[in-house]
């Protein structure tokens, strides 16, 4: 690392603005936040104006829906075109097959050596989990302004089989700069990929040790499940500095990996997209210089961010001021509430004095725990008193109970399912996760014979999540009729070979893109059906459980409760996932649902 004072910038030093996840479009048709990811963005490349960085290095997630409204591409492209255009000269060169670095586009080669264009602050960015690459032709969002000629779209594999990631070599003056980006892949996916020695990053074949390595990966990089993250050790250790996204935690510090010996830096996301502690955190972008085989971060705080507080108060701990029997319990629960966000609005104001682009209404968050026997109140009520000081007054409020752990619990394929449902922050799992952890401790009877584990998870979270009511069917219709059609080309008759076949044929599909097609297959089926009968999707509100861990943050997946809540339905998702594990009925439909005979299995 080099050291602030020789930070001097000369012909040999590269200046990059690093930034990830600004979620452009985020909450676009809000009144009060609307504008809000268009403002910080315009702040991002102001100031990579201002600073004459070399060039912009995003992370991931440039827009938040996968499919940019039109407003939304018309201010991206507005505010590209109006700071990354110009006469100011390229002082770096790149040494690297330029065809390969950007193999997506029909013009193979960085913007600024286009004579077509007039390049001032060339934009590097490999693409998000939001903004992905979708349909037969693999585009997305970003190859629009590759196309038009505004971003550099690289870090995209096209291969599920293997990836190689080849850099893009620069260099500025006496400098050597090696660029290595992998776009968002599901981390399961990569996590084995990675275990397998399917992942190559390639190296110049000359002077190596003279290149600065820089990578930047937009994966999980906390735990959420056994391999539903991809660890720092995976990553080469020749690296010097890797820019990892998709966390919205602004950790922006560089931290050293001890056993790897690189460097590690999480920019974090430039606006909150739920209302969990790491996005708690003072929002913050990255100046990074580079000289040599030496590097400095100035971290540079972002302005325009909408300010955001949030605070864990447990009821148990005011024993002195009340209790579950204490009379009018419940209003003096409402006005300790109350006086601990008039408390976090006043301390909004006094850090907003001085800063006239910070917004005006802040975000704010409770977190009540009310184990023990307390009641919740009517939280509609309580945003009432707030609906003109905050940017978020419906969701002010979220109502927390800790699980209580229960012993003994006695089933037919006699499972703890009280270990399965105590969930960490730290574990984070998902709906999927548990479905996983059911079958690998459930006994043989009750095993999956025609879907596959992960296809029932995703199903189960599509009707979970997003009230995909025919998600499940529809995956188990699907698969029903391929492994028909499956059976009568190889024509299998008897009963045991049929179970055979079906169990080899089921197997044959596991952990491959085949197996992931036909999960996308199904739910997309489901959908169709659901638009067919007018029916509209579940509407989540960030106020909720789910929407609280979302972007991968340790909110507790804990139930909240409806009463009281104005919108009860939004607590569904939660509730869901207890039912959905621990009704005996259900359990044994989950478990037997894909079981057929071998007539259901040859009739048309």
């Not at 959420?224 to 690296?239: R, S």
């Not at 056993?259 to 969990?276: I, K």
């Not at 024993?319 to 029997?325: A, E, K, L, N």
């Not at 007054?393 to 037919?412: L, N, W």
């Amino acid at each position: 690392i080099m050291s602030s004072e020789n930070t001097m910038d000369d012909e040999d030093t590269f200046k990059i603005l690093i930034a990830t996840d600004v979620h452009l479009g985020y909450l676009e048709k809000d009144a009060i936040r609307g504008n809000d990811t268009n403002n910080t963005l315009n702040e991002i490349l102001k100031c990579a104006k201002t600073n004459q960085v070399d060039f912009i290095l995003l992370g991931g997630d440039l827009f938040h829906e996968n499919k940019p409204s039109r407003k939304c591409l018309h201010n991206c492209i507005t505010m590209l075109r109006k700071y990354c255009m110009g006469d100011s000269p390229i002082q770096f060169n790149i040494l690297s097959d330029q065809t390969v670095n950007f193999n997506t586009t029909q013009f193979p080669w960085v913007n600024y050596q286009d004579e077509n264009l007039n390049i001032s602050i060339p934009v590097f960015s490999i693409h998000g989990n939001h903004d992905d690459p979708t349909g037969a032709e693999g585009l997305c969002a970003l190859d629009l302004l590759c196309a038009a000629g505004l971003v550099n779209h690289f870090g995209h594999s096209q291969s599920v089989e293997r990836i190689e990631i080849s850099p893009i070599l620069m260099q500025k003056g006496n400098t050597k700069l090696a660029l290595y980006g992998l776009g968002s892949i599901p981390d399961e996916r990569l996590y084995r990929m990675f275990v397998n020695n399917q992942v190559t990053m390639l190296r110049p074949k000359e002077d190596q040790d003279d290149w600065f390595n820089l990578f930047t990966i937009h994966q999980n990089r906390s735990k959420h499940g056994p391999t539903n993250y991809i660890p720092e050790q995976f990553l080469d250790d020749f690296l010097d500095l890797v820019v990892w996204g998709h966390e919205h935690e602004c950790l922006i510090t560089p931290t050293r990996n001890e056993q790897q010996l690189f460097y590690v830096t999480q920019p974090g996301s430039s606006v909150a997209t739920s209302l969990s502690p790491g996005e708690a955190r003072k929002k913050h972008i990255g100046l990074l210089r580079v000289k040599g085989r030496k590097m400095n971060l100035q971290k540079i705080p972002l302005k325009t961010v909408r300010q955001f507080f949030i605070q864990d108060v447990v009821l148990a701990d005011y024993q002195d001021r009340f209790t579950p029997d204490t009379p009018q319990v419940t209003k003096k629960v409402e006005d300790l509430c109350y006086a601990k966000v008039t408390e976090m609005l006043e301390e909004a104001e006094r850090e907003r004095l001085g800063c006239p682009l910070t917004p005006e209404k802040p975000l704010i968050r409770l977190r009540v725990d009310y184990s023990g026997g307390f009641e919740t109140f009517n939280t509609a009520r309580f945003s009432q008193k707030f609906v003109d000081c905050l940017a978020n007054p419906k969701d002010i409020i979220h109502f927390v109970r800790r699980r209580e752990q229960k012993e003994d619990i006695k089933d037919e394929v006699n499972i703890d399912y009280s270990k399965l449902l105590k969930t960490t922050a730290a574990e984070g799992l998902r709906v999927e996760d548990l479905v996983k952890q059911y079958f690998e401790a459930a006994e043989q009877t009750v095993q999956l014979s025609l879907l596959t584990e992960q296809g029932m998870g995703k199903a189960i979270q599509e009707f979970v999540d997003k009230d995909e009511k025919d998600a499940i069917q529809e995956l188990i219709t699907y698969q029903l009729e391929k492994t028909q059609r499956h059976l009568q080309a190889r024509g299998v008759t008897s009963e045991q070979e049929i179970d055979t076949e079906v169990r080899r044929f089921r197997d044959s599909k596991k952990n491959t893109t085949e197996e992931e097609n036909d999960i996308k297959e199904a739910i997309n089926r489901a959908r169709a059906h659901r638009l067919e009968r007018g029916d509209q999707p579940a509407d989540l509100d960030i106020s909720s459980e789910l929407a609280d861990i979302n972007m991968d943050f340790d909110e507790d997946p804990i139930p909240a409760p409806t009463r009281g809540r104005g919108r009860g339905g939004r607590g569904r998702g939660g509730r869901g996932r207890g039912r959905a594990f621990q009704a005996p009925s259900q359990r044994s439909h989950s478990a037997t649902t894909a079981s057929y005979t071998a007539d259901d299995l040859l009739s048309f």
